[in-house]
C-alpha cells in the first residue's frame, strides 16, 4: 500500500506570499494517480489539480502542481484569504486503493 | 444543479448498525464510479469504499466485512450499510464522485454526514 507523507504539517503564511507544499509517496508513483485537493473548515474538500499538475475546472492559475517519481509539489503563487486551509494529496493506485496524505494546513500568519 | 446530499448519520451505540444515503442530482449518475470518504474531526481523510458502474464494490481493510456499499441508479442514490460499528468510526462521512472514466480522482463532493459512535 502506498502511504504519502506531506510536509510541513502547518504553513503560516501572509496574504501575498507564495506557498509550496510537499507530498512525498512511500514509492514511486505515476504522476497520472497524483491529484490535490484544498478544504476549507466545515466544508468538504474540493478538488486542485488532477495528473499531479493539471488544474480542475475554475482553479485559478496562481496553483500549480509538479513533480515525478515520488515527490510531488503544490505551490501556491500569492496567497489570497480564501487559499487559507487544509490541503490533501491523494493517489489512486492497484487493489484498486485510494490513499490520502495526513494534510498540511495552510494558516494566516 | 450538480450535487451530491449525504443524509442518515447520527448517533450509534457501540456494535450498532446505520445507514447512509446519498442523494445524486444534475448529472448521469449511472455512468459514474462512486465513493465513501471520511473524516475523523481534527484529522484527515480515509476512502471507506467504492462502487464501479457495474457494481464492483471495493473497501479498505479497516472496514471490509463490516460496511457494505451499494447503489440504485434509477433513483440516483448511493448508499452506505455499516454493521458492528466501533468507536474509531466516528467520523464526518462523505459522498464523492470519481471522475468520469475512473480517473482515480473526486471531481464532486457533498457536504457530509456526522456518524457518532458512543454509548
Known amino acids: 500500500e502506498i502511504v504519502l507523507t506531506q510536509s510541513p504539517g502547518t504553513l503560516s503564511l501572509s496574504p501575498g506570499e507564495g506557498a509550496t507544499l510537499s507530498c512525498r509517496a512511500s514509492?514511486?508513483?505515476?504522476?497520472?494517480?497524483l491529484a490535490w485537493y484544498h478544504q476549507k473548515p466545515g466544508q468538504a474538500p474540493r478538488l486542485l489539480l488532477f495528473g499531479a499538475s493539471v488544474r480542475a475546472t475554475g482553479v485559478p492559475h496562481r496553483f500549480s502542481g509538479s513533480g515525478s517519481g515520488a515527490d510531488f509539489t503544490l505551490t501556491i503563487r500569492r496567497l489570497e484569504p480564501e487559499d487559507f486551509g487544509l490541503y490533501y494529496c491523494?493517489?489512486?493506485?492497484?487493489?484498486?486503493?485510494?490513499?490520502f496524505g495526513q494534510g498540511t494546513k495552510v494558516e494566516i500568519k | 444543479e450538480v450535487q451530491l446530499v449525504e443524509s442518515g448519520g447520527g448517533l450509534v451505540q457501540p456494535g450498532g448498525s446505520l445507514r447512509l444515503s446519498c442523494a445524486a442530482a444534475?448529472?448521469?449518475?449511472?455512468?459514474?464510479?462512486m465513493h465513501w470518504v471520511r473524516q475523523v474531526p481534527g484529522k484527515g481523510l480515509e476512502w471507506v469504499s467504492s462502487i464501479g458502474t457495474i457494481g464492483d464494490t471495493y473497501y479498505p481493510g479497516s472496514v471490509k466485512g463490516r460496511f457494505t456499499i451499494s447503489r440504485e441508479n434509477a433513483k440516483n442514490s448511493l448508499f452506505l450499510q455499516m454493521n458492528s460499528l466501533r468507536a474509531g468510526d466516528t467520523a464526518v462521512y462523505y459522498c464523492?464522485?470519481?471522475?468520469?472514466?475512473?480517473?482515480?480522482?473526486?471531481?464532486?463532493w457533498g457536504r457530509g454526514t456526522q456518524v457518532t459512535v458512543s454509548s
Open positions: 491523494q493517489h489512486y493506485g492497484d487493489s484498486p486503493a485510494w490513499t
Open positions: 514509492q514511486s508513483i505515476s504522476a497520472n494517480d
Open positions: 444534475g448529472f448521469a449518475f449511472s455512468d459514474y464510479d
Open positions: 464523492a464522485r470519481e471522475n468520469y472514466g475512473a480517473s482515480g480522482y473526486f471531481d464532486l
